[in-house]
């Protein structure tokens, strides 16, 4: 893990290149970072050691506000992931920790495993950008995805997260071989600025975390964009089964993102969501983009589908997410994945008002006034306040769809991570506000 060894010392400024180096030449194309270390603000490796008791437990409702105020230590990005993702339980000890760490790094090498009987070049620190040859098979438009890339969305039921198949489909073994030089075509393509994946065994590392989610999750297998939600967590953390694990949990809460059929895209239900908000928000403005035959707002397809990734730098992007999870923290999360149920069942029942103290900002309101559906996240809330950001200008200016995507994309490398979270808390609550009078 890039400068694991750097601690913040109030005198000193931490240089974020240390941790994240861009490669020489693509110095001069770098956007320009705005996140900071700040002192007092920033969760430090001293704050965040300090919030675990003697056995483990750690106070998430401290660590919470600390990242809503200025982020997270570089040095300690990784492991306090784990915890937003719900990779573990706050109320977990230092020991029940390290069991599960091991028992889903087992679980990870078996799923490994079984793809490399299938594909000998998988672990061999090697990347597939060629398509693998299948005897007497046809690649077939209906397998695939909204991306061009196969998908194995068009099979029947699959093992989900949990397991793989006894007997092996041999159609689904089929459809993810045809996905794996997909997947390294667009791993080399990934965030190629940074020194990290100079190294082919690095993009090797994601190559294989995103092959092996692949063949797991069958139901969504691979579509393009889930190599820049996994690209940081194979940065951060440096056991390959960790990064997996990490990036299985961020897919719980994005894969429908990136659910794609011949007749829908993944973000459809959000983008039907964005509508609904600027509608009762904004109805002026709404009606406007409408009228442009921008009403199903797929202009905003990118923004949700990866998390504002191509709108933020690098180092940005991953200070927007970790606002965004600490924003949306419940509690509940560890407990409400299915492989964690036997351990949720003799947990203690939360108290509200507890389990209220220990969600992040935006989720207090959510469970104050019973919006628990998924399709109302952060992220929807945060496009739609750059779209009251640009209300003037998107309504004086556009003429057509292009416009509207021209100045939306003038805000690309502009946006302040902690002040665009800000926006999406007000638009929330004054949409919320609207909704109840009605």
């Keep these: 893990m890039f400068g694991c060894g750097m601690i913040l010392r109030k005198s000193e400024a931490v240089d ?46 401290k660590v919470l506000r600390r990242i809503q105020r200025g982020g997270v230590h570089p040095s300690i990005r990784g492991v306090v992931w784990e915890f937003l993702l719900g990779c573990f339980d706050p109320n977990s000890t230092f020991d029940e920790r390290n069991q599960l760490r091991q028992q889903r790094r087992e679980q990870y090498g078996i799923w490994k495993a079984e793809c490399q009987k299938m594909v000998p070049l998988i672990g061999r620190g090697r990347v597939i950008t060629s398509p693998i040859n299948n005897d007497n098979d ?124 011949t007749s829908s895209i993944g973000v459809q239900s959000q983008l039907g969501t964005l509508s609904t908000i600027i509608k009762t928000i904004d109805p002026q403005l709404h009606q406007h983009l409408d009228d442009l035959d921008g009403g199903e707002y797929l202009f905003a397809f990118r923004m949700l589908m990866v998390l ?29 994945y299915k492989e964690e149920r036997a351990v949720a069942e003799t947990a203690p029942q939360v108290d509200e008002k507890l389990l209220i103290k220990q969600c992040g900002k935006f989720e207090k309101e959510k469970v104050k006034t019973g919006h628990a559906d998924n399709e109302s996240a952060l992220a929807v809330f945060l496009v739609a306040s750059v779209l009251e950001t640009k209300n003037k200008a998107l309504l004086k200016e556009a003429k057509g769809l292009d416009d509207v995507v021209k100045i939306l994309g003038e805000t690309t490398g502009k946006l302040d991570a902690k002040k665009a979270c800000k926006a999406a808390l007000k638009v929330q609550k004054k949409y919320l506000s609207k909704t109840k009078q009605s």
């Excluded at 994240?20 to 700040?38: H, I, L």
């Excluded at 889930?226 to 440096?238: G, Q, T």
């Excluded at 606002?323 to 923290?329: C, G, N, R, T």
């Design 138 to 261: 046809q690649q077939s438009n209906s397998d695939k995805d909204c991306n061009g890339a196969v998908s194995t969305s068009s099979l029947g039921p699959s093992t989900g997260h949990e397991g793989l198949v006894d007997n092996t489909d041999e159609k689904k073994v089929k459809n993810w071989k045809l996905m794996l030089h997909q997947i390294g075509l667009d791993v080399v393509r990934t965030d190629r600025a940074l020194a990290f994946y100079e190294s082919e065994i690095n993009q090797a590392k994601l190559w294989e975390v995103l092959a092996v989610y692949a063949w797991v999750d069958s139901d969504i297998g691979y579509v393009q964009g889930m190599n820049d939600i996994c690209s940081p967590m194979v940065i951060l953390l440096e056991h390959e089964a960790d990064a997996f694990w990490c990036f299985e949990r961020a897919m719980r809460r994005l894969r429908e993102n990136f659910r794609c059929t």
């Design 308 to 336: 504002f990734r191509r709108e933020f730098s690098f180092i940005d992007a991953l200070y927007l997410w970790e606002l965004i999870w600490a924003m949306e923290y419940n509690p509940n999360i560890f407990s409400m």
């Design 16 to 61: 974020l290149n240390a941790f994240y180096p861009v490669r020489p030449e693509c110095n001069d194309d770098a956007r320009k970072t705005r996140f900071k270390v700040k002192p007092g603000k920033t969760l430090s490796a001293r704050k965040w050691h300090a919030a675990f008791s003697e056995n483990g437990h750690l106070d998430i409702t």
